[in-house]
């Protein structure tokens, strides 16, 4: 059984910081691209940045220069450190992972960590 478990969400004002963390656990061979999404009330889900096993990075234009992604392929963790919150970033955060058990990689995803940015 593999788990996926973030932290690190909360309340902050605008032109503040948060770190978003996400461990995953379990039966685990290998972990492929890992990645954030975010979900605000009334709109789908949308891509914020991903990271492959190298550490090559993508991000959305939306948090370009203000969000970076990084992982610890020794912990199994992806981390999220968002600088210069708006209060358009306000979201349920969600981390994701394509983990491998065996030859076969399966998506995963966390259960969400809420991110409020007040202005």
């Known amino acids: 059984q593999v788990q996926l478990v973030e932290s690190g969400g909360g309340l902050v004002q605008a032109g503040g910081s948060l770190r978003l963390s996400c461990a995953a656990s379990?039966?685990?061979?290998?972990?492929?691209?890992m990645a954030w999404y975010r979900q605000a009330p009334g709109k789908q889900r949308e891509l914020v940045a991903t990271i492959t096993e190298p550490g090559s990075t993508n991000y959305a234009d939306s948090v370009k220069g203000r969000f970076t992604i990084s992982r610890d392929n020794a912990k199994n963790t992806v981390y999220l450190q968002m600088n210069s919150l708006k209060p358009e970033d306000t979201a349920v955060y969600y981390c994701?992972?394509?983990?491998?058990?065996?030859?076969?990689?399966?998506?995963?995803w966390g259960q969400g960590t809420q991110v409020t940015v007040s202005s």
């Open positions: 379990g039966s685990i061979f290998s972990i492929n691209t």
């Open positions: 994701s992972a394509v983990i491998f058990q065996g030859r076969t990689g399966y998506s995963y």
